[in-house]
C-alpha cells in the first residue's frame, strides 16, 4: 500500500474514531453521573441507552438556529467551528499504536510524526481559547464576553503551569517527540514514576484547560447565564459541547501517551513486530485513554466548581511556583545522577 | 488547618472514593410507567361510587358529600326510583347525575366522611389520571361508579 493512502485511511480512522468517542463520552457523562448518583440515567433510546447521543445529535440539528442581530456574523459562525478544528487537531502527533509491519513494509499508527510533538500540542490547545474567545466576543453579549474572558484567562493561566511541568518531563526524556517518548516508557519505566509531582501537576492542569469540573468556570450557570455560549443555539451550542469531548479524549490520550506508557505494556518488547502486537498495543492504549476519560467524568462528579479568585490564586500562586520548584527538583536529580 | 487538610488532596482522594462507592450501590430509580411503587395506605386518590352486596347502588343523592365539599367540586341531580329500575338503587331516591369535576377537587377527602350510606370513597390505589381536554375532568357516573360485582 503507498505510504500516502496509508496515511489518509489512518487520519480519517482517527478523525472517525476522535468523533465516535467523543459522542459516546456524552452518553458515558450521563450515565456515569447517573450512577454515581444513584440513579440510573438514560436508558430508553435503544438497549441500556445506547442510542441516545444519537437523538441528542439528531435533537441538535433540529433546533432552531438563532444568530443574535447585533452579533459578528462571521465571527459568530466561526467560534465553535474554530474550537471543533483545534480539538480535532491535536489527535495528529499521538501515537496509538506500535508501528505495524506487514509483508516487509512498515506503517506508523501516528498521523505525524513530529519531532516537536509536545510543541505542536501546546499550539493548537492554545489557539482552542480563540474559538471560545471569538465564539463570546462576537456574541456582542456581555455576559457571554466576561464568560469568554474568564475562559481565556484560565486556559492562559493554566497553561503556563501545565507548559512547566512539561518542562520537567523533557528533561528526564530529552525529547520532544511523542513516540520516542513512549518508547522510552517500555517496561515499566513509566514516566509516572520519574515524575509523579510533574504528573499531578500536569493533570490538574488539564482538567483546567478542558473546562472541566472542578474548573468549569466559563460556563457558570449562576453568574453568567451560559458563559461564553450562552447566544448559541442548535449544532453551534452542539460543536462547543462536542469539541469539550474531544478535548477530554485528546487530553487522555496526552496523559496516556507522556505519564502512562502510550501502547506499552510489559512483554512487549518479546513480541513479533505484526498485526498483533499493533492490535494489542492499540487496545492497551485505549483501555488507558478510557480509564482517563472515566477519570475526567469521576472527578467531575466529585468535586464542586471552585470560586474564580481561588482558581487564579491555585493556577498562579501554587501550581507555577510548584511546578518550578519540580523543574529544580528534576534538574538536581539528573545533575547529580540521584 | 494543618498540611495535609492545606494541599487538599486526601480530601478530594476520600470524595472521589465516596462517588466511586455509589457507583456500586443499588439504584433508587423506580421506572415508572412500567414499575409502580404501591401507594401508602391513607393515600386518597380517584373517588368510587360503590354498590352494596346486591349491586344497588349506594348512593341516595342526599347531597351531603356536595355540602361537606370545600372545593365545590361535586353535583348531583336527584330523581324518584321507579318500579322498572328498582333493582338497581338501594332507597326510593337516586342521583341520576352525580358529577365530580376533578380539576377543583383537592382530594381532602371531606366527602367520604360526610357521606351516611357509605357510597362515596377515595381509593388508595388509583389516581385521576391527566387529559389534555378540560372536559374529561369533570367526572359522570359512567367513571365513577363501581363496576357489577362479578360473583
Not at chain 1, 493548537?124 to 471569538?134: A, I, K, N, Q, R
Not at chain 2, 352494596?52 to 348531583?76: N, S, V
Request: with cysteine.
Amino acid at each position: 500500500m503507498n505510504e500516502w493512502v496509508f496515511k489518509i485511511i489512518f487520519i480519517s480512522i482517527i478523525f472517525g474514531l476522535s468523533l465516535f468517542i467523543a459522542m459516546y463520552s456524552t452518553y458515558a457523562e450521563r450515565k456515569l453521573a447517573a450512577f454515581l448518583q444513584d440513579r440510573l440515567g438514560p436508558n430508553r433510546a435503544g438497549p441500556f441507552g445506547l442510542l441516545q447521543p444519537l437523538a441528542d445529535g439528531v435533537k441538535l440539528f433540529f433546533k432552531e438556529e438563532f444568530i443574535p442581530k447585533a452579533s459578528d456574523r462571521w465571527l459568530f459562525i466561526m467560534g465553535p467551528g474554530l474550537f471543533m478544528i483545534t480539538a480535532l487537531m491535536t489527535s495528529a502527533v499521538i501515537p496509538f499504536a506500535p508501528d505495524l509491519v506487514l509483508n516487509g513494509q512498515t506503517y506508523s499508527m501516528q498521523a505525524a510524526d513530529l519531532n516537536v510533538g509536545i510543541l505542536y500540542i501546546f499550539g493548537v490547545v492554545s489557539l482552542g481559547v480563540y474559538g471560545v474567545l471569538v465564539g463570546g466576543w462576537a456574541s456582542n453579549n456581555k455576559f457571554s464576553l466576561l464568560g469568554a474572558i474568564r475562559a481565556a484567562s484560565q486556559n492562559i493561566s493554566y497553561e503556563l503551569a501545565m507548559g512547566l511541568s512539561i518542562v520537567a518531563l523533557v528533561m528526564v526524556t530529552s525529547t520532544l517527540s511523542l513516540r520516542d517518548i513512549v518508547d522510552q516508557q517500555h517496561g515499566w519505566h513509566w514516566n509516572i514514576i520519574y515524575q509523579p509531582f510533574g504528573f499531578l501537576i500536569f493533570i490538574i492542569c488539564a482538567f483546567a484547560e478542558t473546562n472541566r469540573a472542578p474548573f468549569d468556570l466559563p460556563e457558570c450557570e449562576t453568574e453568567l447565564v451560559g458563559g461564553y455560549h450562552t447566544e448559541f443555539s442548535s449544532m453551534k451550542l452542539g460543536f462547543y459541547l462536542f469539541a469539550e469531548y474531544i478535548n477530554v479524549f485528546v487530553s487522555s490520550a496526552v496523559l496516556a501517551t507522556l505519564y502512562f506508557g502510550g501502547y506499552q505494556f510489559p512483554f512487549i518488547s518479546d513480541m513479533e513486530p505484526g498485526m498483533a502486537k499493533t492490535i494489542l498495543g492499540a487496545c492497551v492504549m485505549f483501555g488507558k485513554i478510557f480509564f482517563f476519560i472515566f477519570l475526567f467524568i469521576w472527578i467531575r462528579w466529585t468535586l464542586p466548581r471552585f470560586r474564580y479568585d481561588q482558581l487564579m490564586n491555585l493556577g498562579w500562586k501554587v501550581l507555577i511556583p510548584l511546578s518550578v520548584l519540580n523543574i529544580l527538583l528534576t534538574g538536581a536529580f539528573i545533575l547529580f545522577k540521584i | 488547618m494543618n498540611f495535609s487538610e492545606r494541599i487538599y488532596l486526601p480530601a478530594v482522594f476520600k470524595g472521589m472514593a465516596i462517588t466511586l462507592s455509589h457507583l456500586f450501590r443499588k439504584k433508587a430509580t423506580i421506572q415508572y410507567p412500567e414499575q409502580q411503587r404501591p401507594m401508602s395506605q391513607v393515600f386518597r386518590g380517584l373517588h368510587i361510587l360503590k354498590r352494596d352486596e346486591k349491586g344497588a347502588e349506594r348512593c341516595t343523592a342526599c347531597g351531603l358529600c356536595a355540602l361537606a365539599c370545600p372545593a365545590e367540586a361535586i353535583t348531583m341531580t336527584a330523581a324518584e326510583r321507579t318500579p322498572d329500575n328498582k333493582q338497581f338503587y338501594r332507597e326510593e331516591k337516586y342521583a341520576s347525575v352525580y358529577e365530580i369535576n376533578m380539576l377543583r377537587c383537592i382530594f381532602c377527602g371531606l366527602c367520604e366522611e360526610a357521606c351516611p350510606k357509605a357510597a362515596i370513597f377515595l381509593q388508595n390505589d388509583v389516581m385521576a389520571p391527566a387529559s389534555y381536554e378540560r372536559e374529561d375532568f369533570i367526572y359522570g357516573k359512567d367513571r365513577l361508579v363501581e363496576p357489577f360485582l362479578q360473583n
